[in-house]
Every structure is written in C-alpha cells, then in structure tokens.
T-cell receptor, first 114, second 117 residues
Framework: ETGVTQTPRHLVMGMTNKKSLKCEQH?????MYWYKQSAKKPLELMFV???????ENNSVPSRFSPECPNSSHLFLHLHTLQPEDSALYLC?????????????FGPGTRLTVT | AQTVTQSQPEMSVQEAETVTLSCTYD???????LFWYKQPPSRQMILVIR??????QNATENRFSVNFQKAAKSFSLKISDSQLGDAAMYFC??????????????FGKGTKLSVKP
C-alpha cells in the first residue's frame, strides 16, 4: 500500500467512549501531522511530530492525545469528546518540517460524536 | 501571525473554459512558500501547484498556473480548459521558510469549484 492511509474511515462514538484514530505513511517521511477539518473553517493544525521536533498546538483540548511510536505511524487517542469535536480528521506527512516540500494527506476519518 | 484569505466560497465554470480562484495572505516575512491544494469530494487532498516567494516567475503545472504578486500579497490560481474532474474544494496555503513549529501550513477556508458540462 502506498501513500498515507487512515483507519477507520468513519467513526461514531458517544461522549463517554474512548477510541483511537490511526495513520500510517509509506513514503519514508520524517514528519507527520494531525489536522481537524470542520465545515466552513480553515484546516486546523492539531499536532506535529518529526524526528527532530515535536510540536503541539496549545489550543488542542486534552481530550485529544497524540502518539507517534515511530516515523511511520501516528495515532490520535480520543476520550470524553464533545459533539463539537465532530469533524473530518486528516493525517498528513512530509519529508521534513522545512522547505517547500509537499504534505501528503490521507483520506481522513469522519468522526461523529453523539 | 500569518493569515490566508480566500474570498470566494464558491465558484462555477463551464467545461473547457478558464477560471481564476483568488487568494490573499498577510505576512511580514520575505521568504516563504505558497501552495494550492485540491480536495475532490470524498477523496484525498492533493497538491496542485507550489510557489517559492523568492522566485519571480509564476509557477505552472499543465493547465494550472498561478499569478503571484508578492507586493500585493496575492496568489491566484488559474485553471485553463476546465474539466469535470477539476470540480473540488481548492485550498490556498502558506508556509514560512523557517521550519519548526513555524513551518506548518496555514490554510484558507477554501473555494468550492463546480464545473458545468
């Protein structure tokens, strides 16, 4: 499999559930990203991981917890979410955090919080 | 902080005709990168075209070209000979050249392009 893959593609969860989103990149990239895409809003960067640096967006609530066990895998652990967290969650990767390098995006996980 | 503005929430074009999508940005930096990404319905976002701010020549990729006006902080995308497959959300994005936490993409809200047969 090539590119950036995400599982599951669709997820419905209650506010008391705990679930995880998974992202895997097969491109040999060193940086991975989580974005939140809500209707009529710009893509919001949530977290960035790379071999060199880890960057967190400080405005992300603690109910979202990222994990990057290696350069190919990225997880987003979810717990006690709110209905306003319903959105498309996109994972992306790039060769590094610098330069004009392209970010490659996964297909996204459509999350619905009930 | 840098911002990216796409003032056209929706655009429509007739197949085979030309359409231009607008993007403006605000930055105090002199070195940066600009991108146009395309997100087809229910499909992955892909890069359409990129521009390095230090290059005066406008980038082109087949039917896609940009009009980069650095002084005006404008970065419009022109699609020539529009095809049905061009229908998608188009996002303009900015990236500083400095890397690190400042090197991430800043996106506009997007323009939804419809192509009429």
């Amino acid at each position: 499999e090539t590119g950036v893959t995400q599982t599951p593609r669709h997820l419905v969860m209650g506010m008391t559930n705990k679930k995880s989103l998974k992202c895997e990149q097969h491109l040999g990239h060193n940086a991975m990203y989580w974005y939140k895409q809500s209707a009529k809003k710009p893509l919001e960067l949530m977290f960035v991981y790379s071999l060199e640096e880890r960057v967190e967006n400080n405005s992300v609530p603690s109910r979202f917890s990222p994990e990057c066990p290696n350069s190919s895998h990225l997880f987003l652990h979810l717990h006690t979410l709110q209905p306003e967290d319903s959105a498309l969650y996109l994972c992306a990767s790039s060769q590094s955090l610098r330069g004009a390098g392209e970010q490659y995006f996964g297909p996204g996980t459509r999350l619905t919080v009930t | 902080a840098q911002t990216v503005t796409q003032s056209q929430p929706e655009m429509s074009v007739q197949e085979a005709e030309t359409v231009t999508l607008s993007c403006t940005y605000d930055t105090s930096e002199s070195d940066y990168y600009l991108f146009w990404y395309k997100q087809p319905p229910s499909r992955q976002m892909i890069l359409v075209i990129r521009q390095e701010a230090y290059k005066q020549q406008n980038a082109t990729e087949n039917r896609f070209s940009v009009n980069f006006q650095k002084a005006a902080k404008s970065f419009s995308l022109k699609i020539s000979d529009s095809q049905l497959g061009d229908a998608a959300m188009y996002f303009c994005a900015y990236r500083t050249s400095y890397g690190g936490s400042q090197g991430n993409l800043i996106f506009g809200k997007g323009t939804k392009l419809s192509v009429k047969p």
